[in-house]
Structure formats: structure tokens, C-alpha cells
């Protein structure tokens, strides 16, 4: 009797420590940064914005698809898809879609025969009339001003980069993380069609 009282005090110990820890939120790991990109947890949506940047110029698929929420949905322009329609396929750009073509893309550039720094860039602005909200909670909109260039590209070269506006639809998960649950390209102001947007740039590498 004496010695199974023991085993069950002892069991039950155990059980106790380790359910200590059941119900905490766990911690989440970076995305395999490897050492060097920079990567920061994304606690607010601008940090989403800053990762994805790092992520793009580092060529990284992995960082580059932690910066989106497995609902994550690309809406190009509508001039954009009116004008290119029927050269490239903009329907239904989910998340795998998304990760397909950027592989594409850095596969691509890496071919190019420039240097690593040369090959990815990404300048991402605020937009002064549409500032970033302030304490946003669970959903939250920034708008950026943008200019990338994939080197080698057609339509994102480094003699016509891509540019236009981006408009980020945020999302929060149950951790206080932040990521891209949406993504609405748009020509920009001005356009003459000297430069194409990032999404046709994606587009003909789809």
C-alpha cells in the first residue's frame, strides 16, 4: 500500500510540473533567418512591412511567406489585369500561388550574373495622406508607396524598376503577431505606363 501510495504521489508531482506550462501561449520562432536577415517578431503591422523588405532583398521563401497568413489573397490592378489579362494570369493569387511565383523570381535573379546585394531591391514608403493607424487591434490597413526591382526582369529591371502603391490588409493571429492577410496593388499616381506595377512583374513570372 505504502509503495503504491508513493508511485501515485509521485505521478501526480509530475503531472502538476508539467502542466505548468500547458496552458502558456507558446513563444514563436523566427522563420529560420539564418544569421543574415534581419528579422524582428512581428508585434505590429509595420514590422510586417520592414521583415518583408529584408526578406525580399535577402531572397529568402521562407521569411518572405512568414510576412503572410495562409489566407493571404493578391489583388492586382484593375487597369493591370484589363490590359494584361490576356498574356498573364492574375486570378486566384493565394498564398501558394504567391510562393510559387516568388521562387520563381529569386531563381530567376540569381541567373542574372550580378552581385548578391544587386539582385533584390525593395523601397517601401508611407504614404503621408494615408499614415499607419495608430493602436490597431486585430485588423489594421497601411498603404506604402513602393519601388522594387527584380534584376534581369522585363517588366522590374534596374533600368525600369516596378512601382506603384500597395495597400496591406492586416491581420493579428491569437500570439499578438501581425501578418499579410491581403494585398492591393495599384498603378500609381500619374501613371504613363513607363513603369509597370510589382504585380505584372509577378505575373509574367507565374
Not at 543574415?36 to 521563401?61: C, D, H
Not at 496591406?168 to 513607363?194: A, H, Q
Amino acid at each position: 500500500m505504502k509503495t503504491d501510495r508513493t508511485v501515485l504521489s509521485m505521478t501526480l508531482l509530475l503531472a502538476a510540473m508539467s502542466s505548468c506550462s500547458l496552458f502558456e501561449p507558446r513563444e514563436p520562432e523566427d522563420p529560420d533567418p539564418g544569421g543574415e536577415i534581419t528579422w524582428q517578431q512581428p508585434y505590429a503591422p509595420q514590422t510586417v512591412v520592414l521583415n518583408l523588405e529584408n526578406a525580399m532583398e535577402g531572397r529568402s521563401i521562407s521569411m518572405t511567406m512568414a510576412c503572410c497568413d495562409s489566407s493571404y489573397l493578391f489583388i492586382a490592378d484593375g487597369a493591370d489585369t484589363t490590359e494584361f489579362g490576356g498574356s498573364f494570369d492574375f486570378s486566384g493569387w493565394t498564398y501558394d500561388v504567391e510562393q510559387n511565383t516568388l521562387m520563381n523570381i529569386y531563381n530567376f535573379v540569381q541567373g542574372s550574373g550580378l552581385s548578391e546585394d544587386s539582385l533584390v531591391s525593395v523601397i517601401m514608403n508611407v504614404v503621408p495622406e494615408l499614415p499607419d493607424p495608430v493602436a490597431p487591434s486585430d485588423s489594421a490597413t497601411l498603404w506604402r508607396d513602393y519601388e522594387i526591382v527584380a534584376a534581369g526582369s522585363e517588366y522590374a529591371g534596374w533600368d525600369s524598376p516596378a512601382s506603384g502603391r500597395v495597400e496591406f490588409k492586416m491581420v493579428e493571429d491569437v500570439y499578438g503577431l501581425w501578418s499579410i492577410g491581403r494585398c492591393n496593388d495599384y498603378r500609381p499616381d500619374g501613371y504613363t505606363g513607363e513603369n509597370y506595377t510589382w504585380g505584372v512583374a509577378k505575373a509574367s513570372f507565374r
